[in-house]
């Protein structure tokens, strides 16, 4: 993954490209825009960059730094993540213990590189703190932070900070990043209308055989619930249940609303990995993460049918591939059955992340989407 990838504004790319090559890279950066963007990947990809012993204006991948950053071992970046005294916060103690590391000169790399992708988080005081540290920071360090919210930091620590915007990709640019990757086109432009302008959601599913064929199965599915009896729908939230186990290996959604960076990308929270407990535990967390994939596949789908419903084009849906079958799914429900369906999905997404029983609530779910139920 290169920082390039997930910049789809020319200003923003020049801005980091000019760091790069020009040697001389800004001690902050803020990499601000919604959530889904790349903004997580693009700082990761940034800080390896940056650190790449071949100093050119991409990481090589090749080299040692690069090797380490990408196993996130290069010591010379860091990741600094709300404490663990709160969990939401990242408090004063931290800031300090970060300006006594960045004292020192790297060690392995060529910069040191702090990386806050929830300086949201900031407390208050830390926030001052590092405020200092940016007046007169060492030439060898970089903090790079993330923000969906500007007006979350000091408007002083704002103004210390090279602001780099991200952006929605467009489908076409989407597209694009897929098709350089090899992706065929066909596949590239079903993820790239899918994934709503996030490189991270299209690159996995474009790219990941299982989160690929979840899709597949769950709009088969939903296209087989418009025409279910009331009878079948125990049979469909087994069948639900099913296509959630699939998934394996992707990682959870943060447990707050502040939803991963990046879809399915590897740099996603990584903070809950642990909190897991015991192993069934485990498996009883696994099946939540799984089915709010599902869940999530189900939202497009209702969604499409929704904006079809309001004389949307199908060119503009997030599933365009299943435009017929969108199409005869739509005589079976009236309008407000769509908004409740639409509705139920998102109210089961968050029940899930507060430990919701999966199978029951996916017996509701069958039940309450059948049109017939
Ligand atoms: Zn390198």
């Known amino acids: 993954m290169s920082y390039t990838d997930v910049l789809g ?3 923003a ?10 040697g001389k890279p800004g001690h902050a950066y803020l990499f601000h ?9 693009a700082a990761t990809a940034f800080a390896q960059a940056l650190n790449c012993e071949r100093g050119g204006p991409e990481a090589c ?75 007169e920071p060492p030439e060898f360090v970089t903090l790079i932070l993330e923000t969906r919210d500007l007006t979350s930091l000091l408007p002083t620590l704002i103004s ?32 790239a209308a899918y994934a709503q302008g996030s490189a991270g959601d299209a690159i996995a599913l474009a790219t990941d055989a299982a989160i690929w064929k979840r899709r597949e199965q769950t709009l088969d599915l939903m296209a087989k619930v418009a025409r279910m009896r009331r009878a079948e729908t125990l049979r469909a939230a087994e069948e639900l249940q099913k296509i959630a186990a699939t998934v394996k290996a992707e990682k959870s959604p943060a447990p707050d609303d502040d939803a991963p ?41 209702y969604g499409d049918l929704l904006a079809l419903q309001a004389g949307g084009e199908p060119a503009g849906l997030r599933n365009p591939d299943r435009a017929d079958e969108l199409q005869a799914a739509l005589r079976a429900y009236s309008p407000p059955q769509l908004y409740a369906a639409l509705d139920l ?29």
């Open 9 to 11: 504004q020319q200003e």
């Open 33 to 41: 825009g919604p959530e889904g963007v790349g903004k997580t990947m």
């Open 261 to 301: 960076d990046s879809g399915g990308a590897a740099d996603s929270s990584s903070a809950d990995e642990s909190a897991g407990g015991g192993d069934a535990s485990g498996s009883a967390r696994s099946a939540r993460v799984g089915l709010s994939g599902v869940l999530r596949v189900a939202q497009a789908w």
């Open 61 to 135: 991948g090749e080299c040692l730094a690069c090797r380490r950053a990408a196993h996130g071992n290069l010591r010379d970046i860091e990741l600094i993540e709300p404490g663990s005294k709160s969990g939401q916060t990242i408090e004063i103690d931290q800031v300090r213990d970060l300006i006594t590391r960045a004292s020192t000169r790297p060690t392995e790399g060529r910069r040191k590189v702090f990386l806050l992708p929830q300086s949201h988080r900031l407390s208050p005081p830390a926030m001052h703190t590092l405020l200092k540290t940016l007046e």
């Open 13 to 22: 790319l020049r801005v980091l490209r000019g760091a790069l090559t020009s």
């Open 345 to 373: 999905l998102l109210k089961s997404e968050y029940l899930l992340q507060r430990n919701a029983n999966p199978r029951l609530l996916s017996e509701t779910l069958m039940l309450r989407l059948c049109p017939q139920g």
């Open 160 to 191: 210390r900070c090279q602001t780099v915007r991200f952006r929605p990709l467009s489908p076409d640019a989407l597209a694009e990043i897929l098709r350089s990757r090899n992706v065929p086109e066909a596949k590239a432009n079903v993820a």
